[in-house]
């Protein structure tokens, strides 16, 4: 093991060259690479890694740059790429195909705002967008839980429990190419994590169809095989954190991360980096007496429903902070919290940091100090922060 110092994007990048090389024993490394800003340089970091076996291949677009992740995964091969915002939206028709035939593909999404006008901040969006595509979705919080997920995100989506690819995000900037240091384990530590793969439906020499016409009942057969496989998510993920503790000595984030909700009556819920700055906001308003907790979610896919309710069951008041927006709606993330909050609690939607604008301790203030006031709930509240 040795402290590195390390952008997201490269401990990304990082992580799968040791996953990469972990597998040479299988059927090797690969998938395909197409550049968009902020996670250029995860890639660029990757093409410069040599691998005993298997390679990565540069190509002509994200759409592409899947497709050769399928094919490279339908071979047997442990797959990586990396996307964001519009590339994320052109690759999406092979993004479903991924998820639908069964293939534990991990792809780095660097959350970036959706354009045009164009904007290369973040917002999450993006990936949200997506939520529905059949693949694991987690939103890091520091560089280092960027480099553990993506381990714990191969361990995974490779058990036959599974077999379904996984999102790996992280903000655009905030976290993409800023520096910290990164605790990253040696090849041989890596290797007694992740078994080599063995992917149980690849390509051979005997002939077989991939993707051919499914008849209703053959479709809704595959579709609850899918769901069924998201339900073991769960338990294989407790397993992995359990043997990544052992050998690392430090525990992978939980679906649901609880801070100081013991007796709170107001909570808020944030995902990703605004977690960090709600939490500090929560120790400053304990600190002047108020029941104050903030919850965050890690795993948004599948989604932590069971562990929602009982984080937020003694709220009264519960605020939800999206970053991203459903026009016409609200946010993303509140849209679904807030069917696991109790009975009669106050549930408040509340919008911020869209294109990548700051979010600072007294934006959080001024949605803390409009929460504790409400009588009832009001239309979701897009907030200005400042530029």
């Known amino acids: ?20 090389r972990a597998n040479r024993r299988g059927r090797g490394f690969g998938g395909g690479v197409y550049p968009i800003t902020p996670q250029t340089e995860c890639i660029e970091y990757l093409c410069g890694q040599e691998f005993d076996k ?55 999404a660097v959350n970036r705002t959706i354009g045009p006008p164009w904007n290369i901040w973040v917002d999450h969006g993006d990936t949200l967008a997506l939520r529905d595509s059949g693949w694991l979705q987690f939103y890091c919080e520091n560089n280092q839980e960027v480099f553990d997920t993506m381990l714990m995100a191969w361990r995974v989506a490779e058990d036959r429990r599974v077999l379904l690819p996984v999102m790996v995000c992280q903000d655009a900037f905030v976290l993409s190419h800023t520096m910290m240091q990164t605790e990253v384990p040696t090849l041989a530590e890596v290797e007694r994590f992740l078994p080599v793969l ?107 429903e069971q562990e929602l309710r009982g984080a937020l069951a003694g709220g009264r008041r519960i605020g939800i902070l999206d970053r991203d927006i459903s026009l016409g709606h609200g946010g993303i993330l509140w849209s679904e919290v807030r069917g696991t909050a109790p009975p009669g609690a106050l549930v408040q939607n509340y919008i911020l940091g869209l294109g990548g604008g700051d979010i600072r301790p007294a934006d959080i203030e001024d949605i803390l100090a409009d929460l504790v006031q409400r009588r009832e709930v009001g239309e979701p509240r897009i907030m200005e922060v400042a530029s």
């Not at 995902?271 to 906001?281: C, D, G, I, L, W």
């Open 1 to 20: 093991m040795s402290t590195e110092f390390l952008s997201a994007n490269h401990a990304a990048a990082v992580a799968a060259t040791l996953a990469g």
């Open 54 to 108: 298997g390679e990565i291949v540069r190509v002509e677009s994200e759409h592409s740059a899947m497709g050769v992740c399928i094919g490279m995964s339908l071979a047997g091969a442990r797959t990586f790429t990396a996307s964001s915002s519009n590339g994320l939206a052109y690759m999406a028709e092979n993004v479903f195909a991924a998820a639908l035939y069964r293939l534990p593909i991990v792809m780095m």
């Open 198 to 304: 063995d992917l149980p439906h690849r390509l051979t020499e005997a002939p077989v169809t991939v993707g051919g016409l499914d008849f209703p009942h053959e479709t809704e057969a595959h579709r609850r095989q899918h769901a069924a496989a998201m339900t073991r998510v769960p338990e294989v993920w407790r397993e992995a954190q359990a043997e990544f503790s052992h050998l690392f000595g430090r525990r992978p984030a939980d679906p649901v991360e609880c801070h100081r909700t013991d007796d709170a009556e107001t909570i808020l819920v944030a995902m990703a980096t605004t977690s960090s700055t709600v939490r500090t906001v929560v120790d400053a308003a304990r600190a002047r007496g108020q029941k104050v907790g903030a919850v965050r979610v890690h795993r948004f896919r599948p989604f932590p």
